[in-house]
C-alpha cells in the first residue's frame, strides 16, 4: 500500500513554493502582458482563516496551475498550498511533489478512492487551500457542457464546513502582441442545508459556470478599471522600430510608450 493510500499528507514545501513563485511570476510577466483578477464577491464573504477553502476552476489550458498558484500568493498566503494533478504529469514535473501537487489516476476506482481519501486527509488539517479542475480535461472557455467530475460533490457533501470557491481563468489578446490573463474568484458557496451530492453538483456546476459568463462579460468589454492586477501592463520595446520611435521622441523631448494602446 502507498503512503497516500494510507492517507498520508502530500509534501508541500512553504519555501519551495515562495521560490517556484518567485519564479513563474517572472515566467508569466515574460509572456504576457498582464495578469488582471476580480474578487469583489470573494471579498464581500471574508472566510476564517481555520477554514478550508476547495479554489474549483475550469481548465482553459497549460497555465492553470502556474495561475493558481500566483493566486494562492497573492490571496492565500497564509494557507498551505495543494492540488491534484494526473499522476503521469506529476512522473514529468517531478518537483511539483515537493509544492503541493498530489497525483492521482481518475481513470479507475482505485484512483477516485485514492483521490478522496488524501484530499480528506489534507482538508483534516484546516489551514489548507486545495485547487481542482473538476472539469478533468481542457475546455474552451466558452464550451459549458462538461460535467464536473463527481469527486467534488461528494467533498461537499461530507465536509459541509469546507468552502467552495470558484475561479475561472481566461487568456486573451486585446490590443498587444501578447495575451492577457484573467481570473474571476467568485463568492464562497455554501448551503444553510444539508444537499444530497446531485444538488451539491448542480449547485456547484451553476456557480463555477455564472462565474466564468461574468468573467466572460468583463473581458468582452476590454475594461481594464474592471481589474486588480498582479502583474500590472507595462511598456515593451517589440522591435528595432520602437528603439528608434523611442529615439527619435527623446530627441523631440517627448515621452515615448510602445503599446500599441497608448
Known sequence: ???????????????????????????????????GVQKELFDAQPIDDATPIIAYANHASWWDPIAAMLLQRAYFANRTFYAPIDADALENYRIMAKLGFYGVRMQSFDGASEFLSVTKTILETKQVTIWITPEGQFADVRDHSLPLM?????LASKFPEVKFVPVTFEYAFWNESRPQIFARMGAPVSSPTPLSKSDWNQLL??????????????????????????????????????YGRSWSAWMRGKPFDPRHSA
Open 1 to 35: 500500500m502507498s503512503q497516500r493510500e494510507q492517507g498520508k499528507l502530500p509534501t508541500s514545501t512553504k519555501w519551495l513554493v515562495d521560490g517556484f513563485c518567485w519564479y513563474i511570476q517572472r515566467m508569466v510577466a515574460k509572456q504576457f502582458i498582464s495578469f
Open 150 to 154: 463527481p469527486g467534488l460533490s461528494h
Open 205 to 242: 456546476t451553476e456557480r463555477l459556470r455564472q462565474t466564468q459568463c461574468e468573467l466572460a462579460a468583463s473581458v468582452k468589454a476590454r475594461d481594464s478599471a474592471a481589474f486588480t492586477y498582479l502583474i500590472a501592463s507595462r511598456p515593451v520595446r517589440q522591435s528595432w522600430y520602437d
